[in-house]
């Protein structure tokens, strides 16, 4: 099990990609690597040791080799060349930095076999490393827009979840998703199986059935504080895994 404040065992440590953001603070105003906090705090009060990763180019193996868990967080769309599509009206934002530094990170994580759990942009990015492409707007496949209704604003769903599936072992047959997303996967990449649906169809999570630890969820587990199961659960590999490979 993963270590928490009563455990004085080994506490596995996390990494989280940041933004690379224009950012006021004080008397300042200046670039800065920045993450919302609440992955901070989940990722602490789930047993792990928070360490967030700017966006800094071509990762190199030698950071994941310190890391035992990794969560690949939300932010902007993905750049649509990366899965050979052109970019719909509504996809924008793009962070090439991003892309660049968090492909290469899930490329290492899973060379290194590293539990991975994708929230939101991260499940879109697995998926398209994995050879999938992403819908770049819901709202033109459902007609509605449930998923993101405004800026800034999460809207609570519920996600239908596959059993016998690791997210239905960790969440039970329905989960409460905080969403905040207008892209979600298209084609599904080989390799991953969707084990979670909006009602309207939409998968809202996928993950791999053999193999390390690699969950991903299409909401945002870390706006939910009095929910700490999946994050836990990549905890609970990411210790395992720090086990396995120290002497």
Not at 93 to 102: F, I, K, N, Q
Not at 140 to 147: E, I, N
Not at 206 to 212: H, K, L, Q, V
Request: glycine share 12%; with cysteine; hydrophobic share 35%.
């Amino acid at each position: 099990m993963a270590s928490n404040d009563s455990d004085p065992g080994r506490r596995p440590v996390i990494g989280l990609p940041t933004y690379s953001e224009r950012t006021r603070f004080g008397h300042w105003d200046v670039d800065a690597a920045v993450l919302a906090r609440t992955y901070v705090d989940l990722t602490e009060r789930a047993g792990g040791i928070p360490v967030l990763l700017p966006p800094t180019g071509t990762p190199r193996p030698e950071l994941v080799d310190r890391l035992d868990g990794l969560v690949l967080t939300g932010g902007a769309d993905l750049d649509p060349a990366r899965y050979g599509a052109p970019p719909h009206p509504a996809t924008g934002g793009l962070r090439p930095d991003r892309d660049e530094t968090e492909f290469g990170l899930f490329a290492l994580a899973r060379a290194a076999g590293l539990p991975v759990l994708a929230v939101c942009r991260g499940l879109q990015l697995v998926n398209v490393a994995l050879g999938g492409t992403l819908l770049q707007h819901v709202p033109d496949a459902v007609g509605h827009t449930d998923h993101s209704r405004s800026p800034g604003v999460f809207t609570v769903n519920a996600v239908t979840t596959v059993p016998g599936s690791r997210l239905a072992d960790i969440v039970g047959s329905e989960a409460t998703a905080h969403c905040h997303h207008h892209q979600a996967i298209g084609t599904l990449a080989p390799g991953l199986t969707a084990t979670g649906h909006s009602a309207d169809g939409i998968i809202e999570a996928a993950e791999t059935r053999d193999g390390p630890f690699l969950l991903g969820v299409q909401w945002h587990p870390e706006e939910n504080p009095t929910d700490l199961r999946l994050m836990r659960a990549l905890v609970d590999h990411a210790a395992q895994y720090g086990k396995e490979r120290t002497p």
